[in-house]
């Protein structure tokens, strides 16, 4: 089954600690991408990676950091969170006009 | 500027009428249009999309939508809404000629459908 998996699925951090927000799928795509939703804005891009060790910056890259190390997985970073990203963040994996999306990661950062 | 505009926050529909959740774009060329759902504390679900071919395109749960060229509109319809219809509803397109993942989202609409 296809599938793109985000972990964890809620969580409360305070300012400044580190996170990371995991993402997995498993159609080989090439194509991922980091969203956050937030009321009244709809869904923005954060950042995208075209495939291994290609990533660029999308509308609303600031505070944010990614990797991809391999094809299967693009984890989002916050260095030093802060309010403001309070959000709901969601993974896609992409092929053609195929887009497949996580389940959600509901970050709280007090 | 390339933008997807939902006009209305919220729809309200009795079970049983129709519904139209509406949709217009302002991107250059011809863009591919999407339509995604959201359920609470759901991910994104895929509805529709239009690539080329026939203005109507017919989706998930019975859900359809017309692309107008000349409007620059990708509506959303059912003929006889569901309770269990009342979600987040998103229009999306992508810009042709840019990144294969660059989807360009609206606000948002959300449905409520009353028994």
């Known amino acids: 089954e296809a599938q793109v998996t985000q972990n964890p699925r809620y969580l409360i951090t305070v300012t400044g600690k580190k996170l990371t927000v995991t993402c997995s799928q498993n159609m080989n795509h090439e194509y991922m991408s980091w969203y956050r939703q937030d009321p009244g804005l709809g869904l923005r891009q954060i950042y995208y990676s075209m495939n291994v060790e290609v990533t660029d910056k999308g509308d609303v890259p600031e505070g944010y950091k990614v990797s991809r190390k391999e094809k299967r997985n693009f984890p989002l970073i916050l260095e030093s969170p802060s309010p403001n990203q309070t959000s709901l963040y969601f993974c896609?994996?992409?092929?053609?006009?195929?887009?497949?999306f996580g389940q959600g990661t509901r970050l709280t950062v007090v | 500027a390339q933008s997807v505009a939902q006009p209305e926050d919220q729809v309200n529909v009795a079970e049983g009428n129709p519904l139209t959740v509406k949709c217009t774009y302002s991107v250059s060329g011809n863009p591919y249009l999407f339509w995604y759902v959201q359920y609470p504390n759901r991910g994104l679900q895929f509805l529709l999309k239009y690539i080329t071919g026939d203005n109507l395109v017919k989706g998930s749960y019975g859900f359809e939508a017309e692309f107008n060229k000349s409007q620059t509109s990708f509506h959303l319809k059912k003929p006889s809404a569901l309770v269990s219809d009342s979600a987040l509803y998103f229009c999306a397109v992508r810009v042709p000629g840019g990144s294969q993942g660059n989807l360009i989202f609206g606000k948002g609409t959300k449905l409520s459908v009353k028994p």
């Open positions: 896609a994996s992409i092929r053609g006009t195929e887009a497949f």
